[in-house]
T-cell receptor, first 113, second 113 residues
Framework: NAGVTQTPKFRILKIGQSMTLQCTQD?????MYWYRQDPGMGLKLIYY???????DKGEVPNGYNVSRSTTEDFPLRLELAAPSQTSVYFC????????????FGQGTRLTVV | DQQVKQNSPSLSVQEGRISILNCDYT??????FLWYKKYPAEGPTFLIS?????DKNEDGRFTVFLNKSAKHLSLHIVPSQPGDSAVYFC????????????FGGGTRVLVKP
């Protein structure tokens, strides 16, 4: 049982480059989320999805895009990478009624230079 | 405006003693509160939660207390063990807002043998 899987684990991008962070879950969860964690800080919500075809902005969506074509996958797209996007990115998923307890992936550490 | 705050960035405790982690929130619409534990280079893992209609929830060595009137919750770990050394995040969610979790900044706990 893989849970939530994120790829890649590490990536270095140059300013202005683009990339897609992949996230897939095998628990048939409706809800999926992308968070970022800056050093010494809590997690901030970037985007979330309550089901295939439905996405919405979180607290810090600027510079990112998402899509949700299937229940399993929720990729995060960075266009025109900036140093401010250097962070650790976490994908998570949950059922609607489990008290909000989400399962997290292991994270992607992204550095923009 | 931080809706969930953990005012103590770090905590050091002797093995076998009690660890008390605190969390304050401002949004009265939160209906579930959760604690997550995070080790370096891993994603957060769910620890324990409490519904807003309860004031206490216990799971083994972990107990969460909720004081709604004070908008305050705490996590007690008794007895503390060296394996408990990690960063602990308080989180809150409003089901009306799509199960999105709002996180505090985290408290780093060090349990000394």
């Amino acid at each position: 049982n893989a849970g939530v899987t994120q790829t890649p684990k590490f990536r270095i991008l140059k300013i202005g480059q683009s990339m897609t962070l992949q996230c897939t879950q095998d628990m048939n969860h409706n809800y999926m989320y992308w968070y970022r964690q800056d050093p010494g800080m809590g997690l901030k919500l970037i985007y979330y999805s309550v089901g295939a075809g439905i996405t919405d902005k979180g607290e810090v969506p600027n510079g990112y895009n998402v899509s949700r074509s299937t229940t399993e996958d929720f990729p995060l797209r960075l266009e025109l990478a900036a140093p401010s996007q250097t962070s650790v990115y976490f994908c998570a998923s949950s059922y609607p009624g489990t008290g909000g307890s989400a399962f997290f992936g292991q994270g992607t550490r992204l550095t923009v230079v | 405006d931080q809706q969930v705050k953990q005012n103590s960035p770090s905590l050091s405790v002797q093995e076998g003693r009690i660890s008390i982690l605190n969390c304050d929130y401002t949004n009265s619409m939160f209906d579930y509160f959760l604690w997550y534990k995070k080790y370096p280079a891993e994603g957060p893992t769910f620890l324990i939660s409490i519904s807003s209609i309860k004031d206490k929830n216990e799971d083994g060595r972990f107990t969460v207390f909720l004081n709604k009137s004070a908008k305050h919750l705490s996590l007690h770990i008794v007895p503390s063990q060296p394996g408990d050394s990690a960063v602990y995040f308080c989180a809150a969610r409003s089901q009306a807002a799509g199960n999105k979790l709002t996180f505090g900044g985290g408290t780093r706990v060090l349990v000394k043998p």
